[in-house]
C-alpha cells in the first residue's frame, strides 16, 4: 500500500500548494486592490485611527487631530479657524479629502517614504505613528485682513498675496467659503449630503478662486503689454509718447476700440506712465497690434503661464488665449479677449516686477517637521522664469507707482509707503456686472508682498475705470497694510 | 507490497527532550501572541494572559507525560504542531471578543468556552492514548463504527434530539453541555469503518473487469459500497444542506479506496460520481447554484448585495487583502468586519493580522501535520493501520483544503471549521481524538520490534 499512499501525500502536499499559491496571489498580488475596495471599511476606519500631523501658519494651529473616546474613531479633525482657512487646509473627510490635506496627505497620516526613519525608531519604542506636521508660509494677519475686507464687499472673490522674493504665499482667501468641520466628520449621513448641498450652490462656496478659477483679467493684463513693449525697445522709458486717439480702428473690421466710456485720452498723444495711470485703452491696443501675437505670448509665458505649477495644489493654467486676427490682439493687449487668468497668475505678475523681473515659483509649504520637532522638509525658493530685465521691472516700477499716487488706484494708498499696482475692470459676456481686479506690490523700493484680488461683479455701479480701483484696491490696502504692519 | 517494516530500517530514535522543547516553545509564542493582542488593543497585557498561558502549559505538560508513558515511539512532532494551531485559534477568538464592536463575530466569540473545550479535547486525547493501547481492536469494531457514525449523521433530523440553527439541522442538544454536531464524531468512526471495511474487501474491489481506453474498470458489481457512500454524502446534503461534510466525506472514502486498491479508475469514477452530484444539486437546489454563482464573480456588486451573495466572501478578501504581505499585527486589524469571523472564516481573520507571512507558517504547520500522519501511515506494519493512518491524515488535509480554499474563492465556498482553530466544541473534540489516533499509531509504528536473542556473533544490531 505504500506506492499510493506516497502518491495521497503527494497529492495533500500538492493541495497546500494550491492554498499557498493562493494566498500569495491574494495578500501579494491582489491585496492593493482589496485594500482600497470601496466597499472595505478598513480604509475607514484607518482614516481615523492615526493621529493626524498638524496644519499650521504663522506660529496659529488650522487643522490639528484631537483624540476622542470613541475606539472606532480614535482621532478627529478640527479646524479651529474655521472658514478662514478652508481653502488653504482643505477638510478631512470619511472617503477624500482637499487641498493641504489632500497634497500633503502622506506626510500628514505618516505614511510617507520620508517618514520611514521616524517610523522605524517608532517601531523600536513603541510609539504610535504619528503623521508630520506640517507649517505654511501664511502670514495669519495677511490671511484674516483679506478676509475680513473680501467680506466687507459683500461679494463672491478671491485675493492671493505673495512674498515677491521668495514666492511664498502669504493670503489665500476665496469667498465664499466653508466650514471644513462640517465635511470633516466621521457621520457619513451627516458629511455626504452636506458636501452635495454645497456643492451644488451656485456660488460654488467649494472652489478655491485663487487658483482653481480663470477670470478675464481686463485692465490689469496691460502691465503685461506694458512689459512687452518696454521689453521690445530699451530706448523706452516711462516718458516715452505713445499715440493715443479718442478711438482705435481695428483693421479688417468696422469696429473701433474706445477708451472707458468713450472718453478721450489726454492729448491724443500721452505719456506711457499716463497711458497706464488713465488705463486708456487705445494705446495698449496700438502697442499690443505693434509687438503682434508671438511677442504677447512670449510675454506671459514669461511670467509662468503655460508651465504647470503646483503650491502644491495644481494650480489651473491661465491662457493667453488662441492666435486670431490683429482686432483680437488689440482686444486680448487690453485684457479683454480670450486671456483668462487665475488671481494667482496676476500675483505672481505683480510679484515678478517687484522681484526685479524674476517671478519666484508660488509655494504655500514653508516646512515639514516631524512629531518630535526634527524637520524633514524646508521650502527652497526656486526661481521659474525671469518675465522681464531688472531696467524694465524699474520702469514698470515707476509707473505703478504712478498709478497708485495719480492714477486710478488712490484708494490703494498707504501712508508712507509707496505702493505699487494697476486696476482692472473686466467685462463678462453674460451680461454681469464687471468684476473688480487690483494687483500691487509694496514698498516699491523694497517689496515685502505682492498680491493680486478679484473681487466678483464688483464694479457695478459707477461708469468710470476708477470703480475697478474703487472695490478692489482697499482690500489690497488692507492686506498690504497688515503685512508692513501699518 | 510488503506488509511487514523491511528491514534493516534505521531505528527511530524517542526524541522525548526535542519534543518537550517544542512544546515549551509552542506554549510560549501562544503567551507571546496574548500579550501582542493585550497590548495592542488595550495597551496592557491581558490579566488572564498568566493564567491562560500556566494553565495551557500545565496541560501541555500533562498531555506530554501521558504521551511519554504510553506513547514513547510517538512522532515527537504532532503534539506540538496541534498545540501551536490550537493556541493560535484562541489567540485569535480572544481578540475577536476584545474588539470594541456591537457586530457578531465580536459578540458571539466566547474565548472561555473555547478555553474549556480545549482542556476537555486535551483531556480526551490523554485517555484515547491511556485506554486504546493498540488501535487495532478498532478493526473489529468496523461495522459498528460505520452504524455508529451512520446513526450519527441522522441524529440531528431526529425530533427532540436534533436542534436547527442558522438554517442547518446539524445540531443535537445534550442537556447541561449545550449543543454538539454528531457530524464531526461521525467523520472519525466513518473512516474507522472504512479502513476496516476496505482492508476486508479490498481483494475483491482491486479486481479488473474490462479494460477501457487506458483505464482498467472494476467490475460493475463492486461498485455498490462506492454508490451507498455517495448516496449517504448526497443525503446529508439534501437533508442537512451540509455542503462540506458531503464533500469531505465522499473525497475521504475514495482517496482510501485508491489507497487501498491502487486503483486510479476509482478516484475517476468518484470523480466523475461526485461531478454528476455536484451538477444535480447545483440545479436542484438554489443554495448550492448560489455558492457557484459567489464563487466564479464574488466582486460583482449585485452579488455583493445580495442575501446570501458574496458579501461575506469578499469581506474575507478584503482582510487578508488589507493584512498583505506582513499583517496589520495582532490586534490592529479589523477582522470583527468579517461575519463568522471566529468560526467559517478565522483563517482569513489570522491572515489580516499575521499576514501572508503568517499564513505560509500556519499552512506549513497543518501540511508539516498531515506530512507526519501520512509518515506514521507508511512506516505502519498492517494494512488496517496503514488505511486508517492515511485516511486519518487525508481527511485532515482535504478538511483544511476545502475551508481554506473557500475561504480565499480557491474553491466554491463550503461551510466547515479549520482544524483546531474555529470556534466550537463538537470539531475541537473530535479533532483531538483524531490525533491520538495518529500519535498512537506511530507510536506503534515507530516502536523497534522485540528483539531476538541472537548470538552477537552473526548479527550486529544497531541501536542508539
Known amino acids: 500500500?505504500?506506492?499510493?499512499?506516497?502518491?495521497?501525500?503527494?497529492?495533500?502536499?500538492?493541495?497546500?500548494?494550491?492554498?499557498?499559491?493562493?494566498?500569495?496571489?491574494?495578500?501579494?498580488?491582489?491585496?492593493?486592490?482589496?485594500?482600497?475596495?470601496?466597499?472595505?471599511?478598513?480604509?475607514?476606519?484607518?482614516?481615523?485611527?492615526?493621529?493626524?500631523?498638524?496644519?499650521?501658519?504663522?506660529?496659529?494651529?488650522?487643522?490639528?487631530?484631537?483624540?476622542?473616546?470613541?475606539?472606532?474613531?480614535?482621532?478627529?479633525?478640527?479646524?479651529?479657524?474655521?472658514?478662514?482657512?478652508?481653502?488653504?487646509?482643505?477638510?478631512?473627510?470619511?472617503?477624500?479629502?482637499?487641498?493641504?490635506?489632500?497634497?500633503?496627505?502622506?506626510?500628514?497620516?505618516?505614511?510617507?517614504?520620508?517618514?520611514?526613519?521616524?517610523?522605524?525608531?517608532?517601531?523600536?519604542?513603541?510609539?504610535?505613528?504619528?503623521?508630520?506636521?506640517?507649517?505654511?508660509?501664511?502670514?495669519?494677519?495677511?490671511?484674516?485682513?483679506?478676509?475680513?475686507?473680501?467680506?466687507?464687499?459683500?461679494?463672491?472673490?478671491?485675493?492671493?498675496?505673495?512674498?515677491?522674493?521668495?514666492?511664498?504665499?502669504?493670503?489665500?482667501?476665496?469667498?465664499?467659503?466653508?466650514?471644513?468641520?462640517?465635511?470633516?466628520?466621521?457621520?457619513?449621513?451627516?458629511?455626504?449630503?452636506?458636501?452635495?448641498?454645497?456643492?451644488?450652490?451656485?456660488?460654488?462656496?467649494?472652489?478655491?478662486?485663487?487658483?482653481?478659477?480663470?477670470?478675464?483679467?481686463?485692465?490689469?493684463?496691460?502691465?503685461?503689454?506694458?512689459?512687452?513693449?518696454?521689453?521690445?525697445?530699451?530706448?523706452?522709458?516711462?516718458?516715452?509718447?505713445?499715440?493715443?486717439?479718442?478711438?482705435?480702428?481695428?483693421?479688417?473690421?468696422?469696429?473701433?476700440?474706445?477708451?472707458?466710456?468713450?472718453?478721450?485720452?489726454?492729448?491724443?498723444?500721452?505719456?506711457?506712465?499716463?497711458?497706464?495711470?488713465?488705463?486708456?485703452?487705445?494705446?495698449?491696443?496700438?502697442?499690443?497690434?505693434?509687438?503682434?501675437?508671438?511677442?504677447?505670448?512670449?510675454?506671459?509665458?514669461?511670467?509662468?503661464?503655460?508651465?504647470?505649477?503646483?503650491?502644491?495644489?495644481?494650480?489651473?493654467?491661465?491662457?493667453?488665449?488662441?492666435?486670431?486676427?490683429?482686432?483680437?490682439?488689440a482686444m486680448a493687449s487690453i485684457g479683454q479677449r480670450s486671456n483668462r487668468m487665475t488671481p494667482l497668475q496676476m500675483a505672481m505678475i505683480a510679484a515678478g516686477i517687484a522681484n526685479d523681473g524674476k517671478v519666484m515659483k508660488p509655494y504655500l509649504v514653508n516646512k515639514i517637521t516631524d512629531a518630535k520637532g526634527d524637520s524633514i522638509n524646508q521650502a527652497k525658493p526656486e526661481e521659474l522664469s525671469e518675465a522681464v530685465s531688472s531696467e524694465t521691472a524699474g520702469k514698470l516700477r515707476e509707473m505703478m507707482v504712478s498709478v497708485v499716487q495719480n492714477g486710478t488706484a488712490n484708494l490703494a494708498q498707504v501712508p508712507g509707503v509707496q505702493v505699487a499696482g494697476k486696476t482692472g475692470t473686466a467685462e463678462t459676456a453674460d451680461g454681469q456686472p464687471p468684476h473688480a481686479w487690483f494687483i500691487s506690490f509694496a514698498p516699491a523700493e523694497d517689496p515685502k508682498v505682492a498680491l493680486a484680488v478679484i473681487v466678483e461683479s464688483g464694479a457695478a455701479n459707477v461708469g468710470a475705470e476708477a470703480t475697478g480701483g474703487h472695490t478692489a484696491a482697499p482690500i489690497a490696502k488692507a492686506v498690504l497694510e497688515a503685512v508692513l504692519n501699518k | 507490497m510488503s506488509e511487514v517494516a523491511e528491514s534493516p530500517v534505521p531505528m527511530p530514535a524517542k526524541r522525548r527532550v526535542a519534543q518537550l522543547v517544542m512544546l515549551a516553545l509552542a506554549v510560549l509564542i501562544i503567551m507571546g501572541a496574548y500579550a501582542n493582542v493585550g497590548l495592542a488593543m488595550t495597551g496592557e497585557v491581558p490579566v488572564g494572559m498568566l493564567t491562560y498561558g500556566l494553565s495551557l502549559g500545565g496541560l501541555m505538560l500533562a498531555a506530554y507525560l501521558v504521551l511519554a508513558k504510553f506513547a514513547p515511539w510517538a512522532d515527537p512532532l504532532i503534539l506540538p504542531l496541534v498545540t501551536l494551531v490550537n493556541g493560535l485559534g484562541l489567540v485569535m477568538i480572544y481578540r475577536l471578543s476584545v474588539s470594541d464592536s456591537n457586530l457578531p463575530s465580536a459578540k458571539l466569540a466566547s474565548p472561555s468556552s473555547q478555553l474549556l473545550w480545549t482542556f476537555i479535547g486535551i483531556v480526551l486525547f490523554s485517555l484515547t492514548l491511556i485506554f486504546l493501547r493498540d488501535h487495532r481492536v478498532l478493526q473489529r469494531l468496523t461495522y459498528t463504527a460505520g452504524a455508529v457514525g451512520l446513526f450519527l449523521l441522522v441524529s440531528p433530523l431526529i425530533p427532540f434530539l436534533g436542534q436547527e440553527i442558522n438554517g442547518a439541522r446539524i445540531w443535537i442538544g445534550i442537556p447541561g453541555l449545550g449543543q454538539l454536531q454528531p457530524a464531526e464524531f461521525a467523520k472519525l468512526a466513518l473512516v474507522i469503518f472504512f479502513a476496516g471495511y476496505l482492508v476486508a474487501k479490498r481483494d475483491v474491489l482491486a479486481l479488473a473487469g474490462r479494460r477501457l481506453l487506458f483505464i482498467d474498470l472494476p467490475r460493475a458489481r463492486d461498485l455498490g459500497p462506492v454508490l451507498i457512500i455517495w448516496g449517504v454524502s448526497l443525503g446529508i446534503l439534501v437533508m442537512q444542506k451540509d455542503l462540506g461534510s458531503s464533500l469531505l466525506l465522499f473525497g475521504t472514502f475514495i482517496a482510501m479506496l485508491y489507497v487501498a486498491t491502487q486503483r486510479v479508475s476509482w478516484v475517476i469514477i468518484g470523480i466523475l460520481l461526485f461531478a454528476g452530484g455536484a451538477i444535480l444539486a447545483g440545479t436542484i437546489f438554489e443554495h448550492v447554484h448560489q455558492r457557484f454563482v459567489v464563487f466564479l464573480n464574488p466582486e460583482d456588486p449585485e452579488l455583493f448585495r445580495a442575501v446570501g451573495g458574496s458579501e461575506q466572501l469578499m469581506q474575507g478578501l478584503f482582510a487578508m487583502g488589507s493584512g498583505g504581505i506582513l499583517g496589520t499585527g495582532l490586534g490592529q486589524g479589523h477582522p470583527e468586519l468579517i461575519p463568522l469571523a471566529f468560526s467559517d472564516f478565522i483563517f482569513s481573520a489570522t491572515g489580516e493580522e499575521i499576514g501572508l507571512t503568517g499564513l505560509m507558517a500556519l499552512l506549513m504547520i497543518y501540511a508539516l501535520l498531515v506530512e507526519r500522519g501520512l509518515r506514521a501511515s507508511l512506516a505502519a506494519r498492517d494494512p488496517f493501520s496503514k488505511l486508517l493512518a492515511g485516511g486519518l491524515s487525508f481527511i485532515l488535509a482535504w478538511q483544511v483544503f476545502i475551508i481554506v480554499g473557500g475561504v480565499t474563492n480557491l474553491i466554491p465556498l463550503t461551510g466547515l471549521v479549520t482544524p483546531f482553530m474555529s470556534q466550537g466544541g463538537s470539531a475541537l473534540l473530535a479533532n483531538w481524538i483524531l490525533i491520538a489516533l495518529l500519535v498512537r499509531m506511530s507510536d506503534t509504528a515507530r516502536r523497534p520490534p522485540p528483539q531476538a536473542i541472537q548470538n552477537e556473533g552473526l548479527t550486529q544490531v544497531f541501536q542508539r
Open chain 1, 1 to 329: 500500500m505504500n506506492s499510493p499512499l506516497k502518491r495521497v501525500a503527494v497529492a495533500c502536499l500538492a493541495m497546500f500548494a494550491l492554498l499557498m499559491i493562493n494566498v500569495n496571489y491574494l495578500q501579494a498580488v491582489k491585496a492593493e486592490g482589496l485594500r482600497g475596495d470601496p466597499r472595505n471599511t478598513r480604509n475607514f476606519y484607518d482614516r481615523y485611527a492615526i493621529e493626524r500631523g498638524r496644519i499650521t501658519a504663522g506660529g496659529k494651529v488650522l487643522a490639528q487631530s484631537v483624540e476622542t473616546k470613541d475606539p472606532r474613531f480614535r482621532f478627529i479633525r478640527q479646524y479651529p479657524e474655521a472658514r478662514l482657512y478652508a481653502h488653504v487646509t482643505g477638510f478631512f473627510s470619511p472617503e477624500s479629502e482637499s487641498a493641504i490635506e489632500r497634497s500633503e496627505n502622506q506626510l500628514l497620516d505618516g505614511s510617507s517614504a520620508d517618514l520611514l526613519l521616524r517610523r522605524s525608531i517608532d517601531l523600536f519604542t513603541g510609539e504610535p505613528t504619528k503623521g508630520a506636521n506640517v507649517d505654511l508660509t501664511i502670514n495669519p494677519k495677511a490671511q484674516k485682513a483679506a478676509y475680513d475686507a473680501l467680506r466687507q464687499s459683500g461679494k463672491r472673490g478671491a485675493l492671493v498675496a505673495l512674498d515677491p522674493k521668495t514666492g511664498g504665499i502669504l493670503a489665500m482667501v476665496s469667498l465664499p467659503t466653508y466650514d471644513p468641520t462640517e465635511l470633516s466628520g466621521t457621520d457619513k449621513g451627516k458629511v455626504f449630503p452636506r458636501f452635495d448641498e454645497l456643492a451644488k450652490q451656485k456660488d460654488q462656496p467649494l472652489l478655491n478662486r485663487t487658483i482653481a478659477q480663470t477670470y478675464p483679467p481686463g485692465s490689469t493684463f496691460k502691465v503685461v503689454t506694458m512689459a512687452a513693449y518696454l521689453e521690445d525697445d530699451s530706448s523706452r522709458g516711462p516718458q516715452t509718447n505713445v499715440d493715443a486717439p479718442q478711438r482705435l480702428p481695428l483693421p479688417n473690421t468696422n469696429i473701433s476700440l474706445p477708451n472707458y466710456g468713450g472718453a478721450a485720452c489726454g492729448s491724443g498723444s500721452v505719456t506711457l506712465t499716463f497711458a497706464l495711470e488713465k488705463s486708456c485703452n487705445t494705446p495698449f491696443g496700438k502697442m499690443g497690434m505693434e509687438l503682434g501675437y508671438d511677442k504677447m505670448k512670449e510675454q506671459t509665458e514669461k511670467f509662468g503661464m503655460g508651465q504647470p505649477v503646483s503650491v502644491p495644489m495644481s494650480v489651473t493654467a491661465s491662457d493667453f488665449g488662441p492666435e486670431e486676427d490683429k482686432a483680437a490682439l
